[in-house]
T-cell receptor, first 112, second 112 residues
Framework: DAGVIQSPRHEVTEMGQEVTLRCKPI?????LFWYRQTMMRGLELLIY????????DSGMPEDRFSAKMPNASFSTLKIQPSEPRDSAVYFC??????????FGPGTRLTVL | QQQVKQSPQSLIVQKGGISIINCAYE??????FPWYQQFPGKGPALLIA?????SEKKEGRFTISFNKSAKQFSLHIMDSQPGDSATYFC???????????FGTGTRLKVLA
């Protein structure tokens, strides 16, 4: 079975550009999570969805970040405009029921 | 505000030895405590988890010990192997939510 799929795996962009990260959760899972991992802040939850509905977005750093889940098999995390401090590894995770979360391989974002 | 404190930051163990990683939490509203394992370039993977009504849980070589009164829990890896070399994260979530608060991670190296 395919796990969580994220694209792109690596993204390098310049400050001020729009960045869109994509995630395909495991089929049948009803929860989807977006995390960010940095050396300074560790692993932190940005937002999570249940049945495509955002439940908790308290971790979204600011209005430059937005996330959508238009259907059960696809989600995006958008940063507009991007800044160098957004450089991090972004993980998407999915879960059936919410507890056991399966992480994708991550997208390494570098903002120059 | 660090709600889950993890130690040590790094750990070196001989093959066959016992690896012990500790976490302490502050908020008694936490009701689920998972441990995740992360290899370089990969997403975290759930290893084992425990609820506060249980003092110990064992799965293979991995054991969680939980001390509710002290608000501490630990991961024990018995018969540590070089393949266990990875970063380990403890986490906690509040009752009624699936928002994990992660510890800062422990980088484990098992010498052959």
């Amino acid at each position: 079975d395919a796990g969580v799929i994220q694209s792109p795996r690596h993204e390098v962009t310049e400050m001020g550009q729009e960045v869109t990260l994509r995630c395909k959760p495991i089929s049948g899972h009803d929860y989807l999570f977006w995390y960010r991992q940095t050396m300074m802040r560790g692993l932190e939850l940005l937002i999570y969805f249940n049945n495509n509905v955002p439940i908790d977005d308290s971790g979204m750093p600011e209005d430059r970040f937005s996330a959508k889940m238009p259907n059960a098999s696809f989600s995006t995390l958008k940063i507009q405009p991007s800044e160098p401090r957004d450089s991090a590894v972004y993980f998407c995770a999915s879960s059936l029921g919410g507890r056991e979360q399966f992480f994708g391989p991550g997208t390494r974002l570098t903002v120059l | 505000q660090q709600q889950v404190k993890q130690s040590p930051q790094s750990l070196i163990v001989q093959k066959g030895g016992i690896s012990i990683i500790n976490c302490a939490y502050e908020n008694t509203a936490f009701d689920y405590f998972p441990w995740y394992q992360q290899f370089p370039g990969k997403g975290p993977a759930l290893l084992i988890a425990i609820r506060p009504d249980v003092s110990e849980k064992k799965e293979g070589r991995f054991t969680i010990s939980f001390n509710k009164s002290a608000k501490q829990f630990s991961l024990h890896i018995m018969d540590s192997q070089p393949g266990d070399s990875a970063t380990y994260f403890c986490a906690a979530s509040y009752a009624g939510t699936y928002k994990y608060i992660f510890g800062t991670g422990t980088r484990l190296k098992v010498l052959a």
